[in-house]
């Protein structure tokens, strides 16, 4: 036992230092994916994109994830190979995806023609830079679930949930960051493209970052092996392929599964059109300022999510938190598809109730699934959570810029056979609607979990005992 004590992660300091390395990573990552949210208005402006453009640009980080099953490749590589070598990858692939994107937008003019792909069509410039997002967003979700699975190694057994919240914190904290300041930097230069270095600079100071992390997961393998020599055992049985059909066999994961991405789909594709939302709902809201009120969500995630992790911990009642966090939501999209509410003040309660239910229900939907299945089926686990978490993140971007162009323009401008998108208005109750119904399907869902936790008995309402 004196030998255990002396593991690298039993030390505050070492494993609080390799928590904040991560999430720099994470932090680099969210600003950049972040980082056109606001623009869309600005992009119809200077680029000619249109809404549906848009929605294919969004939906393009999780085209990659989905129809070529990174995401499963990527776990499988993750608890086969390990933290370090699939980690590395997808901070690689998430510059060099973001790389080509600056390089679209900046390069390719949008007058350059159309390309077409199955029954899609698009201007060149939205498909590079569609492109790029989507290499982008395979390295981001590879690295995602490798440092989810990075913080379960060095924080399982003591505040894995405060750990994997504060993670999400600074993470979120690169979402806000990127909401505020993208329009405004956008707006000053008079072009969207320096938006985008600046997110790839990030992005590489992140991928240097994990460089470093991986050091000290380097030490701490060697002596989880070393002490494992000692005793005479493996230090825990290596993954098989078999385990595919345990995780896919077990009814907790697929609740879990199937509630992210329900939740995350009516919460993350909002972001891409909250700025839009912004600017046609309140007539006192420009494209230079309209950043500020979709950062509001992510900094109150930073505020209350270290707060919920820190109460899971403690006291448990993970499906309680999961089903207040996905009724907040709902409260919140119902009442901006309300078409007399015009008041900013109430813009402003809603996105921080939004925040609110965004911090709390994957402060309690994480560490649940690391409670549900065993570490070394956590990072396959997490990775086709992510995969199915992905289908959503893909359609919903797409079905929601789709249904703006087909059915809620209420006026644009036009002279003789030019239309001038700057002058675009839409309706967003049709697209709050389907937000609002999500919602409802996961506060359905997160029932569903809570009653399988009690014939189960996984233990997500139960805290330290």
Request: glycine residues 8%; hydrophobic residues 50%.
């Amino acid at each position: 036992m004196e030998q255990v004590s002396k593991l690298l992660k039993d030390s505050s300091r070492a494993r609080w230092t390799a928590l904040l390395i991560v999430s720099f990573v994470m932090f680099a990552a969210y600003l950049a994916s972040d980082v056109y949210s606001p623009l869309k208005t600005l992009l119809e402006e200077n680029n000619s994109w249109t809404s549906t453009e848009y929605g294919y640009f969004g939906a393009a980080q999780s085209v990659f994830n989905v129809f070529l099953g990174m995401l499963i490749f990527s776990g499988l590589l993750l608890d086969k190979k390990g933290i370090r070598l699939t980690g590395n990858l997808g901070c690689i692939l998430m510059v060099v995806g973001f790389a080509l994107k600056y390089y679209a937008v900046t390069f390719i003019p949008s007058s350059a023609g159309d390309v077409s792909l199955f029954w899609l069509s698009m201007k060149k410039q939205v498909f590079w830079a569609s492109l790029g997002f989507a290499i982008f967003g395979t390295g981001c979700e590879m690295a995602g679930i490798s440092i989810s699975k990075a913080i379960v190694k060095w924080f399982k057994g003591k505040e894995l949930a405060l750990a994997m919240a504060i993670q999400l914190s600074i993470a979120r904290l690169g979402s806000g960051v990127a909401l505020i300041f993208s329009p405004m930097i956008s707006e000053r230069l008079n072009n969207v493209t320096t938006t985008v270095l600046i997110g790839l600079v990030f992005l590489a100071i992140g991928m240097l970052g994990f460089f470093v992390y991986c050091i000290q997961d380097k030490k701490l393998d060697n002596q989880l092996k070393a002490i494992a020599k000692e005793e005479g055992r493996t230090e825990e049985s290596s993954f098989s392929f078999k385990d595919v059909k345990m995780i896919i066999s077990n009814p907790g994961f697929w609740l879990i599964s199937v509630l992210c991405l329900i939740f995350y789909a009516a919460v993350s594709p909002f972001f891409k059109f909250t700025s839009d939302l912004m600017v046609n709902k309140f007539n006192d809201v420009t494209p230079f300022y309209s950043g500020i009120f979709p950062s509001l969500i992510p900094f109150g995630c930073i505020l209350f999510s270290p707060l919920f992790g820190a109460i899971y911990d403690k006291y448990g009642k993970g499906t309680l938190l999961m089903i207040i966090g996905a009724l907040s939501i709902t409260v919140v999209h119902v009442v901006f598809g309300l078409p007399g509410v015009h008041q900013i003040w109430v813009a402003v309660v809603l996105l921080l109730l939004l925040g609110l239910g965004y911090a709390m229900l994957p402060a309690a939907l994480w560490p649940s699934l690391a409670k549900i299945m065993p570490q070394k089926q956590y990072g396959t686990a997490i990775a086709l959570a992510f995969f199915i978490q992905n289908i959503g993140l893909m359609l919903v971007p797409m079905v929601i810029g789709w249904v703006l162009d087909k059915f809620c323009v209420m006026s644009s401008y036009v002279s003789g056979t030019v239309s001038y998108p700057d002058n675009i208005k839409y309706d967003y109750t049709l697209p709050q609607i389907i937000f609002a119904a999500m919602g409802v399907c996961a506060i359905i869902l997160a029932f569903a979990l809570k009653k399988l936790d009690r014939k189960k008995n996984y233990g997500l309402d139960k805290g330290k005992q």
